[in-house]
């Protein structure tokens, strides 16, 4: 099982760990038969020479996609260093009440998140709102940081948000959706020997034979109220250990 404690992101330990590669790869969907929940959204970037600007991000945004409490979301400019005190420097809640996704320029893991935003919007939202929930209920108001200890269900809602897969279940037949884009990232990098966190998701035998988008939907509809359920992260196993191997042998 993972576990809260562990890295986010499981890792083997005889992986070297590499330098975030800077340069904008247009080819990023063809890097692992898994990246493709991703590809419907994310095929308009491989038209790219150069890395994606905010408002590029914004402008492929489907208009549907908002928080939980309603605000559609926008990604925002991450300026410099993070802020460390004030409103500007809670990340979820400004997500929450205003939609705004602080972003940084030119960075593979933010660019990842924003595609997961575009492909599962309805689970990431419900994410955020178990997360701002639990923010609020240890942290001192007026809001101007976050509080000193964070509860297990954050630590088990980060760990899924980053390193996430969906197994779409039809009778014997499994399908991985990758949903942390701490994955993708890693995968860019060319790290491959790494596991996920994973939840298991029943679907109906017509699943196999809907287009890509619709499978999406369903999947996103169906995490969303899973995850958005609080006593899930408080059960003893919420998640199960998935690694890339795995996954790539059910394609």
Same mark, same amino acid.
């Given at each position: 099982m993972?576990?809260p404690?562990e890295?986010?992101?499981e ?12 340069s904008w790869n247009?080819?990023?969907l063809?890097c692992s038969e ?14 790219f020479c150069s %890395?994606p ?10 208009s549907?996609?908002?928080? %939980?409490?309603g605000?559609?979301i926008?990604?925002?400019l991450?300026?410099?260093m993070r ?14 009440l ?8 030119e960075? %593979?893991?933010?660019?990842f998140?924003a595609?997961?935003w575009?492909?599962?919007p309805?689970?990431?939202s419900?994410?955020n709102?178990r997360?701002f ?6 942290a001192?108001?007026?809001w ?5 200890n964070r509860?297990?269900?954050?630590d088990?809602?980060?760990m899924?948000d980053?390193?996430g ?9 499994k ?18 020997d790494?596991?996920?966190c994973a939840?298991?998701?029943e679907c109906?035998?017509s699943?196999l ?10 999947l996103?509809?169906k995490?969303?109220?899973?995850l958005s359920?609080?006593?899930?992260y408080y059960?003893n196993?919420p998640?199960?250990t998935?690694s890339i191997a ?5 394609l």
């Open positions: 993972a576990h404690n890295s986010r992101v890792k083997k330990e005889h992986i070297v760990p590499q330098l975030t590669f800077r247009s080819q990023f063809k898994l990246f493709f929940p991703i590809m419907p959204y994310g095929k308009v970037f491989s038209n %890395w600007q905010l408002n590029d991000l914004n402008v492929h945004l489907p549907f996609i908002c928080s %939980w409490s605000q559609k926008n990604f925002v991450q300026r410099g802020v460390k005190e004030g409103f500007e420097g809670l990340y979820e809640p400004r997500i929450f205003l939609g705004e996704v602080r972003t940084r320029l960075n %593979w893991h933010d660019f998140n595609q997961i575009y492909s599962f309805k689970t990431k419900a994410l709102m997360q929930f639990a923010f609020d209920e240890h001192e108001f007026p101007c940081k976050s509080p000193p509860m297990r269900e954050q088990y809602m980060t899924f980053e390193g897969c969906l197994i779409a279940k039809i009778n014997n037949v399908v991985p959706f990758i949903f942390g884009h701490a994955i993708y990232e890693r995968m860019l990098y060319g790290q491959t790494l596991s996920m939840i298991t998701i109906e035998v699943f034979n809907k287009r890509l988008k619709d499978q999406l939907k369903i996103d509809l995490a969303a109220k899973i359920n609080r006593n899930i059960e196993k998640f199960f998935f795995k996954a790539l042998s059910y």
